[in-house]
């Protein structure tokens, strides 16, 4: 058997010997302590964390939806209310889940995740999914055993001051205006309201992104397009001096780094 890529993921979690895991991919940054996401009521319930993916509409597959409902239905049937709550199920967006980060209580959810791994084995599912992300919820759902998504949506990070008229990318900044945000993250479960993360895979490399963060637009419960999304200038909430720095050791560790 050969893995690869998407595959690999939940293998990893299940060879990892750990009662209860934390994955997260190589590119996502912390900004707090990540055994915090051990400690809430979201976890507590269902032993699961799973974060909300960018609310993007027609991305992921030639049809322009990266989930198959059609496909999903088949195999899980009506599925939960919770499930059907979600952006994805409404048409609102292209995917549920932004898989870069999984809290997983191992011993509490061992069956779910031998489906995860064998969905992620069988060459059909990639298909009707996009990767790997969706195949966590639908194990959960083949079996009718609870799940737990961040009651959050995806934030994102920003540069720009607050009288900035203009941001790194072709869009401008500003009350009503679309803006660029060139690191996503997502805030806490329940009982962490801040930032906690955040996915750093453009923030490589010299110029445009060498200067500190400002701040970032939490729960963007909004539609996206690409890494631009509209929303209010109010809405941007500014870091905490510990997260500035962990941000500025990042794009300081990384200066001399290009892209290949």
């Known amino acids: 058997m050969r893995l690869h890529g998407f595959q690999m993921k939940p293998f990893a979690m299940l060879a990892s010997g750990f009662a209860e895991v934390i994955w997260f991919d190589a590119d996502l940054v912390f900004l707090v302590n990540p ?56 048409g609102e967006a292209s995917n549920i889940v932004d898989s870069s980060a999984i809290v997983m209580h191992m011993g509490r959810n061992l069956l779910p995740m031998l489906v995860v791994a064998q969905l992620n084995l069988d060459p059909d599912t990639y298909a009707h999914v996009w990767g790997d992300k969706e195949t966590f919820w639908l194990a959960f759902e083949l079996l009718r055993k609870p799940w737990t998504m961040n009651q959050w949506g995806m934030s994102g990070v920003t540069f720009l001051q607050r009288n900035d008229s203009a941001c790194s990318g072709p869009t401008t900044w500003g009350k009503g205006q679309g803006a660029d945000l060139p690191a996503c993250g997502h805030m806490g479960p329940q009982d962490i309201v801040q930032m906690i993360h955040f996915s750093e895979s453009k923030l490589r490399g010299p110029a445009p992104f060498t200067v500190q963060p400002v701040g970032y637009v939490p729960a963007l419960d909004k539609l996206w397009h690409a890494t631009c999304v509209q929303f209010e200038a109010d809405d941007l909430k ?23």
Request: hydrophobic share 35%; proline share 0%.
């Open 35 to 90: 055994q915090e996401l051990f400690d809430n009521r979201d976890y507590d319930e269902t032993g699961t964390v799973l974060f909300h993916d960018r609310t993007l509409v027609g991305w992921g597959t030639d049809s322009g939806a990266s989930i198959d409902w059609s496909w999903v239905h088949d195999l899980i049937g009506r599925g939960s209310d919770y499930l059907r709550s979600s952006h994805a199920f409404a």
């Open 238 to 260: 500014e870091f905490r001096l510990s997260q500035i720095e962990v941000f500025q050791r990042y794009i300081n560790l990384h200066a001399g780094f290009t892209e290949v």
